[in-house]
T-cell receptor, first 111, second 112 residues
Framework: NAGVTQTPKFRILKIGQSMTLQCAQDMNHNYMYWYRQDPGMGLKLIYYSVGAGITDKGEVPNGYNVSRSTTEDFPLRLELAAPSQTSVYFC??????????FGNGTRLTVT | KQEVTQIPAALSVPEGENLVLNCSFTDSAIYNLQWFRQDPGKGLTSLLLIQSSQREQTSGRLNASLDKSSGRSTLYIAASQPGDSATYLCAVFYNQGGKLIFGQGTELSVKP
């Protein structure tokens, strides 16, 4: 039972490149979230999903896209990477009254 | 707009002190509120979760309270230890649509 698995752990992108951050869960939780955390800051919600086939924008969705075709997976797509997207990205899952479970994060640098 | 604010941004205390961290939120239509701990360079660990119908939750030396009507929550840490040094974040789960919003965190340093 791995909980929440994020891949990759680290990535360096050049400006304008694209990539997909993967998030997979094995806890059958309905709610999944993508956050970014800039140095010394809290977490900002990018996108979230309350179930398969349903996604919604969070606080900072510009420059990102998501899909939720299955309960288990919630990939985050970066198109045309920009230096402002340099950050640590966290995926989290939740289910009603249960505490959130977080992945270990993906550290992304765009140069 | 749904916002979550934490005060203070940073706090330094000597070992053994009792301390209070504050979290305020603008929209009282919450489902629950959670407190998390984050060590440098690490992910988040859930400390306490308070449902909207509850007033407080306790775990060891930690006690979290919730006052929905005033839009406030506090995290009380008793007899602080150097190992408590970390960033503490609160997050509010809203009824409307499942959005979960974080505050910016309080960085706590407990000096031996």
């Amino acid at each position: 039972n791995a909980g929440v698995t994020q891949t990759p752990k680290f990535r360096i992108l050049k400006i304008g490149q694209s990539m997909t951050l993967q998030c997979a869960q094995d806890m059958n939780h309905n709610y999944m979230y993508w956050y970014r955390q800039d140095p010394g800051m809290g977490l900002k919600l990018i996108y979230y999903s309350v179930g398969a086939g349903i996604t919604d924008k969070g606080e900072v969705p510009n420059g990102y896209n998501v899909s939720r075709s299955t309960t288990e997976d919630f990939p985050l797509r970066l198109e045309l990477a920009a230096p402002s997207q340099t950050s640590v990205y966290f995926c989290a899952i939740g289910q009603g009254v249960s505490p959130l479970h977080f992945g270990n994060g993906t550290r992304l640098t765009v140069t | 707009k749904q916002e979550v604010t934490q005060i203070p941004a940073a706090l330094s205390v000597p070992e053994g002190e009792n301390l209070v961290l504050n979290c305020s939120f603008t929209d009282s239509a919450i489902y629950n509120l959670q407190w998390f701990r984050q060590d440098p360079g690490k992910g988040l660990t859930s400390l306490l979760l308070i449902q909207s119908s509850q007033r407080e939750q306790t775990s060891g030396r930690l006690n979290a309270s919730l006052d929905k009507s005033s839009g406030r929550s506090t995290l009380y840490i008793a007899a602080s230890q150097p190992g408590d040094s970390a960033t503490y974040l609160c997050a509010v789960f809203y009824n409307q649509g499942g959005k979960l919003i974080f505050g910016q965190g309080t960085e706590l340093s407990v000096k031996p």
